[in-house]
T-cell receptor, first 115, second 109 residues
């Protein structure tokens, strides 16, 4: 079984709709992240969470919100989807570390299309 | 914040050697990571350099020079399965990562 899972894997929706992307992990990691990937732009951080009570904005959080329901679950919401939110979305996890080393483990991604 | 630059594309033949360079500008630097991604799949961790020098893991090696704000990933004995995108990434102060835009490596027979 995959350690980091994302649902749905693909989603097509219309402008103005509310969308939730879900991420679950069985790795027991404290830290979880949401990224979006656009061609030629690499991975950009939307939100990250270091534990259930700690949520932080990343570089592109406008138009998104998140919920950390449990250590193992981290959801990303688009309250009112718009076409420029069409992208590949990844969830990732990492373990709290005392050094600066930070290997992240990624889910399989959700391909979102907003029409 | 961090800014990482890498070439957008590299093409090489099977058996060849490819070097992917990454230059960075950071407000604080802890080290440089490399990730591989096949065809929009999950990125996977390849290596991390905290100190200057070369780290070797099988056919792949990664190098860091802090004084030059520069690192590279070296892919040796290229195989078709190495066709993928490769990202350099740098941890920021509270351990989140900033990624470069990625280099697409195409291996030809």
């Amino acid at each position: 079984d995959a350690d980091v899972t994302q649902t749905p894997r693909n989603r097509i929706t219309k402008t103005g709709k509310r969308i939730m992307l879900e991420c679950s992990q069985t790795k027991g990691h404290d830290r979880m992240y949401w990224y979006r990937q656009d061609p030629g732009l690499g991975l950009r951080l939307i939100y990250y969470s270091f534990d259930v009570k700690d949520i932080n904005k990343g570089e592109i959080s406008d138009g998104y919100s998140v919920s950390r329901q449990a250590q193992a679950k981290f959801s990303l919401s688009l309250e009112s989807a718009i076409p420029n939110q069409t992208a590949l979305y990844f969830c990732a996890t990492s373990q709290l570390a005392t050094s600066s080393y930070n290997e992240q483990f990624f889910g399989p991604g959700t391909r979102l299309t907003v029409l | 914040g961090q800014s990482l630059e890498q070439p957008s594309e590299v093409t090489a033949v099977e058996g060849a050697i490819v070097q992917i360079n990454c230059t960075y500008q950071t407000s604080g630097f802890y080290g440089l990571s490399w990730y591989q991604q096949h065809d929009g799949g999950a990125p996977t961790f390849l290596s991390y350099n905290a100190l200057d020098g070369l780290e070797e893991t099988g056919r792949f090696s990664s190098f860091l020079s802090r004084s030059d704000s520069y690192g590279y990933l070296l892919l040796q004995e290229l195989q078709m399965k190495d066709s993928a995108s490769y990202f350099c990434a740098a941890p920021e102060g509270d351990y989140k990562l900033s990624f470069g835009a990625g280099t697409t490596v195409t291996v030809r027979a």
